[in-house]
């Protein structure tokens, strides 16, 4: 339930505290003083968007609470969890609206997005207005209300996403097919890249061993130079490294009985002596091989040329043109598979189609059942507003696309008829103001029974109606109470009488500025209030005797 809600520099709001209870609160006040401002608030703290001609003028910001008791509201309780932001039975949603622009929102003290707390306010809350007369007019308005009504809104949701589904496999396949002439051309062009690629038979390694060689081939007096000048250093002369080293060994043994220390410098220097010896067997060996084939330097430099003149042509390094060709042989495939996968595809939109025909007749069969309840319903009530001879059919027509459409196999329509005999017609051809103002309270009544939500709004649902009608409709509301918090903006003294709690909202003007005002009222002055309601401004004993009348019998019906 909505337990508090609180209102700061909002329109002509200056500070404002409602603390609202279980039952039906009605909200009343002379025409212009400012009823739905109030409500206008709790749509904003619940995710309307907002406005900076919203702030209350002089002010920085507006500052809007609305706080829950999610106790009995297992849908919120749940979402609160799985988004991280519970807190015991409380929700407290807050919004702040900047007087330069923008606005700020958030859940539990937490900030969060606005669609974060629009998702939230659906679990929590719905909102009836006198907007809705109009919107009835339209029938997309009309499935909604059927799917709501037959509690078909999940099912719903999953024929949307069953035809997306089969609509992006279509898409897929279309493309596939339109594109054949350019897949045949690309196919042509890649197996001649291929099979250039393949006909140069470059193996993995060959150009770093190509290249290695024609460094040894290109530098061979170099090499061969380098060698015999390291072998004179170490062993070929009257100086070398080794006759230095067996030189500086036998020194060290000559002094190792004085000084045995030296034993260890001994031992290093053997096995650097058999180190350079393994150097020097090296070193000849290199020696006497024969680098020198001119022929094979000249093969050698044409393939890497051949090489270096096909990584050009596909903008690579050599050493990467075996990757070159793998990469193209990967792109190949799919495309010669092609026809294979067009196969595939087809496969899986006969499955597509087959899940999403499934689910939308089900659809049509819960949509079948609802419309019959939703028309016996809503019929007897308005017979209860005085439109006996008012009929309404829901009429499901059948879509004839090939491809179906993502609301299902049909389009909803609210026909009415006014009178027997004449045929059913669109609202918007058969229906007056005041009519339809009582066909919509009509639904909405209905629709209400059954959501889940445990907050209804009504705001000046009752416009174009009034007498017995409006106590019927006062009655109405007041039944919904029985499982439901209802809250409703009223300027019908019949349906203000049935509220458990009311409270008058007046506007004041103060220091200059005008500023609204709400106050729940005792039954004193609930009488007060209904009689001015009744008769105007001037109260009179018989307007008084009356409202007081009205009270009584209000609250001779079952309390809730």
């Given at each position: 339930?909505?337990?508090?809600?609180?209102?700061?520099?909002?329109?002509?709001i200056?500070?404002?505290?409602?603390?609202?209870?279980?039952?039906?609160?009605?909200?009343?006040?002379?025409?212009?003083a400012?009823?739905?401002?109030?409500?206008?608030?709790?749509?904003?703290?619940?995710?309307?968007?907002?406005?900076?001609?919203m702030?209350?003028?002089?002010?920085?910001?507006?500052?809007?609470?609305?706080?829950?008791?999610?106790?009995?509201?297992?849908?919120?309780?749940?979402?609160?969890?799985?988004?991280?932001?519970?807190?015991?039975?409380?929700?407290?949603?807050?919004?702040?609206?900047?007087?330069e622009?923008?606005?700020?929102a958030?859940?539990?003290?937490?900030?969060?997005?606005?669609?974060?707390?629009?998702?939230?306010?659906?679990?929590?809350?719905?909102?009836?207005?006198?907007?809705?007369?109009?919107?009835?007019?339209?029938?997309?308005?009309?499935?909604?209300?059927?799917?709501?009504?037959?509690q078909?809104?999940?099912?719903?949701?999953?024929?949307?996403?069953?035809?997306?589904?089969?609509?992006?496999?279509?898409?897929?396949?279309?493309?596939?097919?339109?594109?054949?002439?350019?897949?045949?051309?690309?196919?042509?062009?890649?197996?001649?890249?291929i099979?250039?690629?393949?006909?140069?038979g470059?193996?993995?390694t060959?150009?770093?061993?190509?290249?290695?060689?024609?460094?040894?081939?290109?530098?061979?007096?170099?090499?061969?130079?380098?060698?015999?000048?390291?072998?004179?250093?170490?062993?070929?002369?009257?100086?070398?490294?080794?006759?230095?080293?067996?030189?500086?060994k036998?020194?060290?043994?000559?002094?190792?009985?004085?000084?045995?220390?030296?034993?260890?410098?001994?031992e290093?220097?053997?096995?650097?002596?058999?180190?350079?010896?393994?150097?020097?067997?090296?070193?000849?060996?290199?020696?006497?091989?024969?680098?020198?084939?001119?022929?094979?330097?000249?093969?050698?430099?044409?393939?890497?040329?051949?090489?270096?003149?096909?990584?050009?042509?596909?903008?690579?390094?050599?050493?990467?043109?075996?990757?070159?060709l793998?990469?193209?042989?990967?792109?190949?495939?799919?495309?010669?598979?092609?026809?294979?996968?067009?196969?595939?595809?087809?496969?899986?939109?006969?499955?597509?189609?087959?899940?999403?025909?499934?689910?939308?007749?089900?659809?049509?069969?819960?949509?079948?059942?609802?419309?019959?309840?939703?028309?016996?319903?809503?019929?007897?009530i308005?017979?209860?507003l005085?439109?006996?001879?008012?009929?309404?059919?829901?009429?499901?027509?059948?879509?004839?696309?090939?491809?179906?459409?993502?609301?299902?196999?049909?389009?909803?329509?609210?026909?009415?008829?006014?009178?027997?005999?004449?045929?059913?017609?669109?609202?918007?051809?058969?229906?007056?103001?005041?009519?339809?103002?009582?066909?919509?309270?009509?639904?909405?009544?209905?629709?209400?029974?059954?959501?889940?939500?445990?907050?209804?709004?009504?705001?000046?649902?009752?416009?174009?109606?009034?007498?017995?009608?409006?106590?019927?409709?006062?009655?109405?509301?007041?039944?919904?109470?029985?499982?439901k918090?209802?809250?409703?903006?009223?300027?019908?003294?019949?349906?203000?009488?049935?509220?458990?709690?009311?409270?008058?909202?007046?506007?004041?003007?103060?220091?200059?500025?005008?500023?609204?005002?709400?106050?729940?009222?005792?039954?004193?002055?609930?009488?007060?209030?209904?009689?001015?309601?009744?008769?105007?401004?001037?109260?009179?004993?018989?307007?008084?005797?009356?409202?007081?009348?009205?009270?009584?019998?209000?609250?001779?019906?079952?309390?809730?």
């Open positions: 339930m909505l337990s508090q809600l609180s209102i700061q520099n909002f329109a002509i200056d500070d404002l505290t409602i603390a609202l209870d279980n039952g039906m609160s009605v909200i009343t006040g002379e025409t212009g400012g009823k739905s401002i109030a409500v206008d608030a709790l749509g904003l703290a619940l995710g309307d968007r907002a406005e900076s001609s702030v209350k003028h002089g002010t920085k910001r507006s500052d809007i609470t609305a706080v829950f008791n999610v106790a009995k509201n297992p849908l919120a309780q749940s979402w609160l969890q799985s988004n991280e932001l519970d807190e015991e039975n409380d929700c407290i949603l807050r919004r702040t609206i900047s007087a622009g923008g606005s700020k958030y859940i539990n003290g937490r900030p969060v997005t606005l669609q974060q707390i629009k998702s939230l306010g659906e679990r929590l809350i719905d909102i009836h207005s006198q907007h809705q007369h109009q919107s009835l007019l339209r029938t997309e308005t009309h499935r909604v209300l059927l799917d709501s009504y037959g078909c809104s999940e099912l719903s949701q999953s024929v949307k996403l069953a035809h997306r589904q089969w609509m992006s496999l279509e898409e897929q396949l279309q493309k596939i097919q339109s594109a054949a002439r350019e897949r045949n051309s690309r196919i042509e062009f890649l197996q001649f890249q099979n250039e690629l393949q006909q140069l470059l193996q993995d060959e150009w770093q061993k190509l290249d290695n060689e024609q460094k040894q081939l290109a530098n061979v007096e170099k090499i061969q130079l380098n060698l015999h000048q390291c072998l004179d250093i170490l062993f070929q002369n009257d100086t070398t490294v080794g006759s230095q080293l067996e030189s500086v036998q020194s060290l043994m000559d002094i190792s009985d004085f000084l045995p220390e030296v034993g260890n410098s001994i290093l220097i053997n096995a650097a002596l058999i180190n350079v010896e393994e150097v020097v067997n090296e070193l000849r060996h290199l020696s006497k091989e024969d680098n020198n084939d001119p022929q094979r330097l000249v093969n050698i430099e044409s393939r890497i040329s051949e090489l270096l003149d096909m990584a050009r042509k596909y903008h690579c390094k050599p050493q990467e043109l075996p990757t070159m793998q990469t193209l042989q990967q792109e190949l495939e799919p495309l010669i598979n092609a026809d294979e996968s067009v196969e595939v595809l087809k496969k899986a939109i006969d499955k597509a189609q087959v899940d999403y025909q499934n689910a939308a007749n089900t659809l049509s069969a819960k949509r079948q059942k609802a419309a019959k309840k939703l028309k016996k319903s809503c019929d007897e308005l017979a209860s005085g439109m006996k001879n008012c009929q309404l059919q829901v009429e499901l027509l059948p879509i004839t696309a090939a491809h179906g459409s993502q609301n299902g196999n049909e389009k909803i329509n609210f026909l009415v008829r006014t009178n027997p005999g004449n045929p059913f017609k669109p609202l918007a051809k058969v229906a007056s103001g005041g009519e339809l103002s009582r066909i919509s309270l009509s639904i909405q009544v209905v629709t209400a029974k059954l959501n889940s939500f445990p907050v209804l709004v009504f705001d000046e649902v009752d416009v174009g109606i009034g007498g017995g009608t409006a106590e019927v409709v006062g009655k109405l509301l007041r039944q919904l109470s029985a499982d918090q209802i809250l409703c903006i009223t300027h019908q003294a019949q349906v203000a009488a049935q509220g458990q709690h009311h409270w008058t909202v007046e506007k004041q003007a103060v220091k200059n500025q005008t500023i609204t005002t709400m106050k729940k009222l005792n039954v004193q002055e609930r009488e007060i209030e209904i009689a001015r309601m009744i008769g105007g401004i001037k109260l009179t004993a018989a307007t008084q005797k009356h409202a007081k009348e009205m009270l009584k019998n209000a609250t001779m019906l079952l309390t809730p």
